[in-house]
Nanobody, 126 residues
Framework: QVQLVESGGGLVQAGGSLRLPCAAPGRTFTSLAMGWFRQAPGKELQFVAAVSRGGGNTYYADSVKGRFTISRDNAKNTVYLQMNSLKPEDTAVYYC???????????????????WGQGIQVTVSS
C-alpha cells in the first residue's frame, strides 16, 4: 500500500500562484509514475498533469498547459504541482495519484492509477 499526502492548497486570487506537494513516504516512490487530477463541484474528475518515474516525461491537460508545471524529487519522495496564472475555473479539489508503471510511461487515464491521496482544496477568487 502506498500512502499519498497532499498539502499546499488554499485560497488565492486570480492570477496568483500555488504549489502543491504530494509526499509518498516509503521506498517505492521511484517505481511510481505520478499524476494530478482535480474535481470541481458537480463535475467529473479531470486529468491535470502527469510525470514519469524518472521525471523525464510529462503530460498536461490542454487547460493547464503553459501555466502548470509538474515535477518530482525522488530523493524527497515528493511530486509537485506548480500552478501559476490561476483562474477561477481552476477551483477544485486536487488529487495526487500514483501508478506502478515502466520508467518512461505517463498516462492521463485515472483508471490506470493504483493509489490516490485524500485530496486538497484549491479555491481561486475572481
Amino acid at each position: 500500500q502506498v500512502q499519498l499526502v497532499e498539502s499546499g492548497g488554499g485560497l488565492v486570487q486570480a492570477g496568483g500562484s500555488l504549489r502543491l506537494p504530494c509526499a509518498a513516504p516509503g521506498r517505492t516512490f521511484t517505481s511510481l509514475a505520478m499524476g494530478w487530477f482535480r474535481q470541481a463541484p458537480g463535475k467529473e474528475l479531470q486529468f491535470v498533469a502527469a510525470v514519469s518515474r524518472g521525471g523525464g516525461n510529462t503530460y498536461y491537460a490542454d487547460s493547464v498547459k503553459g501555466r502548470f508545471t509538474i515535477s518530482r524529487d525522488n530523493a524527497k519522495n515528493t511530486v509537485y504541482l506548480q500552478m501559476n496564472s490561476l483562474k477561477p475555473e481552476d477551483t477544485a479539489v486536487y488529487y495526487c495519484a500514483a501508478d506502478h508503471s515502466s520508467w518512461t510511461h505517463v498516462t492521463p487515464h485515472s483508471s490506470e492509477y493504483d493509489y490516490w491521496g485524500q485530496g486538497i482544496q484549491v479555491t481561486v477568487s475572481s
